[in-house]
């Protein structure tokens, strides 16, 4: 019983709401812990978070993120992680004293042999940095230098839905807060007139009908709807809800809300419960999205240089390209956390084709990202983020022809890459075998990356708990270590 | 029902400072609807709600390509969402069709879980995607139009008698002079704002009504 009291108490806002008595002072310091309706600060870096929290713990290097998720795991063998040593192994067995009797998944564990197969790419050394990278990124090439490669990244799941939820979530199991949740629950909003986390989905050209995405990737978990991650489409409706219908004019609905506020103090006069002042505010910040959301999404005064450097797909609504520079816009306004995924890296069987397109539809919208944020002075203080959720293995699935191979899930090692935010640039981290297996040197694991992100907010993820049923959940559970050695 | 369920919910100053968390229940706690009685009360004010019980899951409406965005088409029977006609439109939520991967948004909105895991006390909050819904969601619109157009044809009433009614109906209490006021108010202004018809007016005005935090309230 005692338990469930406390879970009670722990509903922070609420608690602190109405500890903080009635009136527009409890007002002004509830909406201190609503990511949605926060006044905006001067100075960021102030300890605007969640107050019970104590957050930041420190001094954080980064304000905001935009983590693009490459849903499938892509091939770190055909982009980042160059292995010459296959070319000459090329059709060999992989030898037992390599995988020594690892998990496959179904789709290859009753395959008599794993003829190991290189890359049909080629790799060449870019910027001072000399960082490996393949023929099929050559515009993440030339800003090598700008990157930090981790090409010691392992995870624990082999499939998709565990392997996602757990780079998402911190655990396979689905039913926690997303990343972004987190940092909204912990942090707050930047902002006043648009979510705090919102979420962009593309479907890549590599693999179409693949793997599926799941809205609960970016779901709240057991934290307050607050947290939510907010889908921004390429529909008509660009978040769910958010136009007035036919006939109903700007100024019919301002009417209809200045009344309804009326109304409601009406209420709160009578019963003095103080939620009914969030839930007005609420209903101001809905009919401020009215007008910020379209004008976020609306690329037509982008300059024509701008949306070249995003390449041909810019100016096409949903695409990866698309969305990068809605990224980009999104971050401008200061939200917090921009989560985008692009589907198609699940290419099991011809992915020499389907790889090309795949990375054709990436490359040059992140590079253009990147440096649109530097020249902007934002990526000072944006982190970027670009990995999926395993990699591939170093055999082929399937028949192993001149032209033709395909990898299987690979989750023991696979390369990520970070920009800005007081990561390191032009530095590569870790190292994997001569035939691109096993890990021989520095691993990262997914808690370790979280654990390093979080760290570049400001939080300790030891620290950042809620407490929910009884038990204390934290985005890296009881696991997780930062990792210096990638942060300047 | 006990005297203590039956309390006003009217917070008095003082307990909020000698009991903030209402942990003695020295006043009815005021509460929010779940997800499904939003949308249930929703339907059953308008006259819109279908009673039968039983039988396999439905799907009410819900906005276009919200499936397929994440499937990108595929999935076979899941990959589109195909909304049902006619009653099953109208049944009761807890019939709604769950898919886990993508659940009904309407839903998610308004705090229900996710049915990934147990959850004993859901979260209950206020977010502007709420008010979102509640504004626009063709599903309340639907609700506050039928409700008004049966209203505002009743020939026998008076425009404040009308007020009154659809007022009551959707918040089973009547409103005091104040509030009939405002109302009557509203309803001029909006029709002058976008000249309107009366009975369009009228339907504003049951949007408007659906709206109210008490709306949503159970006291």
Known sequence: ?488 | MSSTYRQSSKIKAENLIIDPDNTYLAQYPRQKLSAEMVRDNALASSGMLVKRIGGPSVKPMQPEGLWDEVTGGGGGSLAFYVPDTGENLFRRSLYTFWKRTVPPPSMMIFDAPTRDFCVTVRQKTSTPLQSLALMNDPQFLLAAENLSNKIFEESNLEIDDKIIKLYRTITARMPNSIELNKLNQYLEEVKNISNITEKEAFFSLGVLVYNLDETTQKS
């Open chain 1, 1 to 488: 019983m005692e338990e469930v009291h406390k879970h009670f108490l722990n509903n922070n806002r609420r608690n602190f709401l109405k500890k903080a008595g009635l009136g527009i002072g409890g007002l002004a310091l509830g909406t201190l812990m609503d990511p949605f309706n926060f006044g905006k600060n001067t100075d960021p870096f102030s300890s605007l978070g969640n107050k019970s929290l104590n957050l930041p713990h420190f001094a954080p290097k980064a304000k905001r993120i935009i983590y693009l998720f490459q849903s499938g795991g892509p091939s770190q063998l055909d982009l980042f992680d160059y292995k010459p040593k296959l070319t000459k192994m090329r059709g060999l067995d992989l030898p037992e004293s390599v995988r020594k009797g690892q998990r496959l998944t179904g789709m290859t564990s009753g395959q008599s042999n794993f003829p190991l197969v290189n890359s049909l790419y080629n790799f060449k050394q870019y910027g001072e940095s000399r960082a490996w990278v393949s023929e099929l990124m050559p515009y993440i090439g030339k800003i090598a230098d700008e990157l930090c490669f981790v090409k010691s990244m392992h995870t624990e799941a082999i499939n998709h839905d565990p392997a996602i939820t757990f780079f998402q979530t911190g655990s396979q199991q689905p039913g926690r807060p997303s990343m972004g949740s987190w940092m909204s629950y912990g942090l707050g909003s930047l902002n006043n007139n648009l979510p705090s986390f919102v979420v962009l989905l593309s479907n890549g050209t590599g693999r179409p009908k693949g793997q599926p995405l799941y809205s609960r990737l970016w779901g709240n978990g057991f934290l307050s709807s607050l947290h939510q991650g907010v889908q921004f489409r390429s529909a008509k409706d660009p978040v769910l809800y958010l136009k007035n219908p036919d006939g109903v004019s700007a100024s019919e609905r301002r009417k209809m809300l200045d009344y309804l506020a009326e109304l409601n103090q009406e209420q709160e006069a009578t019963f003095g419960d103080p939620e009914i002042s969030s839930r007005i505010a609420q209903y101001e910040m809905a009919y401020r999205m009215q007008t910020s959301v379209p004008e976020t999404m609306d690329i037509s005064n982008e300059p024509d240089h701008i949306l070249q450097m995003y390449g041909p797909n810019a100016q096409k609504p949903g695409t990866y390209a698309a969305n990068c520079i809605q990224a980009r816009r999104l971050i401008e306004k200061d939200v917090r956390f921009v989560q985008l995924y692009h589907m198609g890296w699940d290419q099991h069987e011809n992915l020499p084709t389907q790889i090309k397109g795949q990375s054709n539809d990436v490359d040059q919208p992140t590079a253009a990202l990147i440096m649109d944020l530097k020249q902007r002075g934002l990526l000072e203080d944006t982190l970027v983020v670009w990995g999926g959720e395993f990699g591939r293995t170093n055999y082929c699935q399937g028949k192993l022809t001149d032209m033709v191979y395909g990898r299987d899930h690979h989750p023991r090692s696979f390369t990520i890459f970070m920009a800005g935010a007081g990561v390191k640039p032009g530095f590569s981290y870790g190292e994997t075998d001569d035939i691109g297996y096993n890990i021989v040197k520095d691993p990262v694991h997914v808690h370790d990356l979280q654990a390093t992100i979080l760290h570049q907010f400001g939080i300790d993820h030891t620290k950042m708990i809620y407490k929910h049923q009884g038990r204390r959940f934290r985005l890296t559970d009881v696991h997780g270590e930062v990792n210096k050695n990638l942060l300047i």
